[in-house]
């Protein structure tokens, strides 16, 4: 029996800290957002003179968003692991591919924005401006439409498995059907309509934390 023990190891388990790290993705992500947002406007003749002025921000967005993002891959394997046995791989598959896709556009829209940066660092030729507003549009359409599909595809499909397996509340599951139906069908630019998704990942992940202190085992056994 000791050989084997030795031979299988000891199965690893997910540390409770780990509930934490949806809340840590939401306050980044939020804030990356509203640095990017406030910092490159819509309005396509001020952007490059607002760019100029703004760069310090832009470069601390682009600097918090990989600390976002291992956040985020933290929050999935911790959805994953409340599942266990539960989970189906058809649902599963969707979750994670929607959230990785999401992931990778956020990342892409944010380089997109370190690239502007170091573009309208110095004088501007005409060539410059259109290459820069070019840029700018694409990572708008990238943040707001691509992304924000793929975070809805996420919330549906985390939303179905909680349904079919009861592992949160009917309200939540409800809730999350809703505003998942906002960020898939509304296409906006519209800083707050972006800010659903960091939302609710921070209330999930009070869920789960507050299940997981209920639910923690006795030290005494």
Known sequence: MTDQHALTGRRLTTPRAAAVAGLL??????????????????A?????????D???????????MPFAGIAFLWFLGVVRDRLGDLEDRFFASVMLGSGLLFLAMAFTAMALAAGIVAVASGTL???????AGF???VMLQVS???ALRMAAV?????????LRTGLMPRWLVVGTYLLALVLLFVVSFNLWVTLLFPAWVCL???MILLTTLRHRPDPRG
Do not use: C, K, N
């Open 25 to 42: 993705f939401g306050v980044l992500f939020a804030t990356v957002i509203v640095l990017a947002r406030t910092s490159l406007p819509q």
């Open 44 to 52: 396509g003749d001020g952007t490059l003179v607002v760019l100029a």
């Open 54 to 64: 703004s760069a310090r921000r832009l470069t601390l967005a682009a600097v918090l």
């Open 125 to 131: 030729d005409p060539t410059e401006r259109v290459v």
């Open 135 to 137: 840029a700018h549009r």
């Open 144 to 146: 707001s439409v691509y």
């Open 154 to 162: 996420f919330m549906i499909s985390s939303g179905t498995i909680w």
């Open 204 to 206: 999930i992940s009070v």
